[in-house]
Structures are given as structure tokens and as C-alpha cells.
């Protein structure tokens, strides 16, 4: 009898970890690692499906990712405003039309310029976690496509603006908005403007001071930030105490990081 519950227990445990939403996640002692651009390395295709499935391939939930807007009211994965850096297409996206950006391919491989759409689907079929910055997209677009998807549960969106804030958490269903603090006023700022703060998560310069980062765990708020630039290169390069003494300082949720496997290697093994 013993015998036969086993394979039952590993199923559900199974499941449990393979379904669980950001909420829960966060909930864990541990952070969560995301790739930045969906890469492992910056060598990699930034903002492509394939480098995130390498990413979730690896270990790594969650993948930030830019969202741009076509001429014609598309959403696609890109961080510039203009396409030439990272595609074989030339100019700006708000100039084009989706039609013209499925003419082309991301730079130097045969991989198609991700739609949003794309993002979600892949996101959803593979239980990953997607970290959204909106760039100059609309909100209510971006949500939409994302409640469509059925992957409310599963995404954050970045915003940088007290404004940028108010559209995110004007949406008629609530998700997690990741704002900018830079002040102890901005706490209680947010706060009061989020329509559920507990769905509210603090993004904090990596460079700002500690007291910033105790006062918003003291409010019980979740932290994001980031190790790109400086830190990366560090750590890289130095070893990856880095790395960990900068989460035992700072305690953050999430962190965001073009090394993420480092990140990881650092803080979780």
C-alpha cells in the first residue's frame, strides 16, 4: 500500500513546484533570479526565445523583458527604439507594421522577431515567469494581451514614473507593479496609490544606500534590483562573493542580473 503512494506524493510534488504564481514564489526565503533580456550571458540573442529557454533550460523562473509598440498598434519584444542594433531591419518600430517586422529575423541568426504574443505562449506553455518593461507601450495593451494569455499570476511590469505607476495600477485586475523608490516618501506614496499594495514591489537602485533598503523591508514590501554594469563585471571577474555579499546587505525578492547563473550559483547553492 506504502508502495503505491509513492509515485502519487511525487506527482503532486511535482506539480507544486512546476505551477506555483510570483505570489508564491515570493513568499520563498529565497530570491528569485531573473535573466536580463531573457540572456544567460550578454553574448547571447538578447530578447529571443531561444535565450530564454536556454535561461529556463538552466534554472532560471523569470525573464525580464522590453515590450515595444509597432506603427500599427502590434506589441513586439525589442529594447530600442529603433530595430537596428538587434534585428536585420532597419528603423524605428513605431514606424513600422507588424507585417514589416515578420518580414524580418533577429540579427545574425534565422530566429523571427519576437511578437508579445510569442512571449506569452512560450511563457505560458513552459511555466515561466515574465518581468515586463513596457518601455513607451501602452499599459492597458500590454495587460490586456497578458490576461488574455491567462498569465496574470505570473508577470510583473516595471514602471519608472509616479505616472507609469498610476496607469499600471489602474488596471481593472490586479497583478504585480514593480515602482521605483528612491525616498522613504515614496513608500507610503505608492502605497496609498495602489489599488492592492500588496501586489506592490519596490525597485531600488543597487547603488542606493542600505537604509533605503531596511526601511522598505521594514514596511514589508518586496525588493527588486538589479546587478547589471559594475557589479556584474565585479563579480565576474572577482569571484562571486560579490554576488553575495550584496544580497546578505540588501535582502532583495528579485534580482536582475546579465549573469544570472552566477547570480544564482552565489546566493542559492
Not at 506603427?71 to 530600442?80: F, M, R, V
Not at 518580414?103 to 505560458?124: C, H, M, R, V, Y
Not at 514614473?161 to 516618501?185: H, M, N, W
Request: proline share 4%; aromatic share 8%; hydrophobic share 40%.
Amino acid at each position: 500500500m506504502l508502495k503505491n503512494l509513492f509515485p502519487v506524493l511525487f506527482l503532486l510534488l511535482s506539480f507544486q513546484a512546476y505551477g506555483q504564481t510570483l505570489r508564491e514564489l515570493l513568499s520563498e526565503p529565497t530570491p528569485i533570479i531573473c535573466s536580463h533580456r531573457g540572456v544567460i550571458h550578454p553574448d547571447k540573442v538578447e530578447n529571443s526565445l531561444s535565450s530564454m529557454e536556454e535561461s529556463l533550460q538552466a534554472g532560471i523562473k523569470m525573464h525580464e523583458i522590453d515590450i515595444m509598440e509597432t506603427k500599427d498598434g502590434e506589441l513586439y519584444i525589442l529594447h530600442d527604439k529603433t530595430l537596428d542594433r538587434t534585428t536585420n531591419l532597419q528603423g524605428k518600430i513605431s514606424e513600422k507594421t507588424a507585417q514589416e517586422l515578420r518580414q524580418g529575423k533577429l540579427l545574425n541568426t534565422e530566429e523571427s522577431i519576437p511578437s508579445f504574443k510569442d512571449a506569452l505562449n512560450w511563457a505560458k506553455e513552459n511555466d515561466a515567469l515574465l518581468m515586463l518593461d513596457a518601455k513607451e507601450a501602452p499599459v492597458q495593451a500590454i495587460m490586456d494581451a497578458v490576461k488574455a494569455a491567462e498569465m496574470m499570476e505570473k508577470v510583473m511590469i516595471l514602471t519608472f514614473s509616479r505616472e507609469r505607476a498610476a496607469e499600471a495600477f489602474d488596471y481593472d485586475q490586479p497583478y504585480y507593479v514593480s515602482v521605483l523608490i528612491t525616498s522613504e516618501e515614496d513608500i507610503s506614496y505608492y502605497q496609498e496609490l495602489a489599488t492592492d499594495p500588496s501586489y506592490m514591489i519596490a525597485y531600488i537602485n543597487k547603488a542606493a544606500d542600505l537604509e533605503l533598503y531596511n526601511k522598505v523591508l521594514e514596511a514589508d514590501v518586496p525588493i527588486v534590483t538589479d546587478t547589471m554594469g559594475e557589479l556584474d563585471l565585479a563579480a565576474y571577474e572577482e569571484g562571486l562573493q560579490v554576488f553575495r555579499e550584496f544580497y546578505e546587505q540588501r535582502k532583495p525578492s528579485i534580482i536582475v542580473s546579465d549573469y544570472p547563473l552566477l547570480v544564482q550559483e552565489a546566493i542559492l547553492k
